[in-house]
């Protein structure tokens, strides 16, 4: 990926109300759409969570652990990025560890259906691998097909001329021909 052509980070953009809005990353389709990813999920009840040793201690920071995530699910989901980029109506909320994303979503079973009506994608690592493989995938079969058109077009270019060159040769051999016979 060439920062630029295939994704901007920290592209600024004004909303309808006049407001900045920096994503993180907007990710460049071939076909033009962009897809939207933010990276700045809260981590830091999480943090907390991991360094607590008595259990009332644990239970109270995973309930802040939730709570947070929902809050910036629902801010992120406010933004509507899509409305600024050409982007389909999601936002990817990436969650930068595949036990953040694990517990996010075995400690709160109701957060993918929520993400999903607020227009976020909840993403581990290896899901936001897996989309920019895909999207990686999309930039490649566009180059194969612009080479194949480039190719196309060259042998087209080519047949051309040789027929040029064809009917040409036939003309010499045709005046040789003569020459023989008028010889």
């Known amino acids: 990926f060439k920062e630029g052509i295939h994704y901007h980070s920290q592209k600024s953009v004004r ?26 999920t809260p981590l830091d009840p999480y943090w907390q969570m991991l360094d607590q040793t008595d259990a009332q201690s644990d239970e109270e920071s ?19 990025y899509w409305q600024q980029f050409n982007s389909p109506e999601f936002v990817v909320m990436f969650l930068p560890s595949e036990g953040l994303y694990s517990l996010a979503i075995s400690q709160d079973q109701s957060l993918l259906e929520e993400a999903a009506r607020a227009n976020i994608i909840l993403a581990s690592p290896s899901t936001v691998m897996g989309l920019l493989r895909v999207v990686m995938y999309g930039w490649q079969q566009q180059r194969i097909a612009e080479e194949a058109k480039s190719i196309a077009t060259l042998a087209s270019d080519l047949y051309r001329r040789i027929s040029i060159f064809g009917d040409h040769m036939g003309k010499v051999g045709r005046s040789l021909g003569a020459a023989v016979e008028g010889y």
Do not use: C, W, Y
């Open 15 to 40: 909303n309808t109300e006049g407001e900045q809005l920096k994503p993180d990353f907007v990710i460049s389709m071939p076909n033009g759409v962009q897809i939207v990813i933010d990276v700045k």
């Open 62 to 80: 995973l309930v802040h652990f939730k709570q947070k995530i929902r809050g910036h699910l629902k801010a992120l989901s406010n933004k509507t």
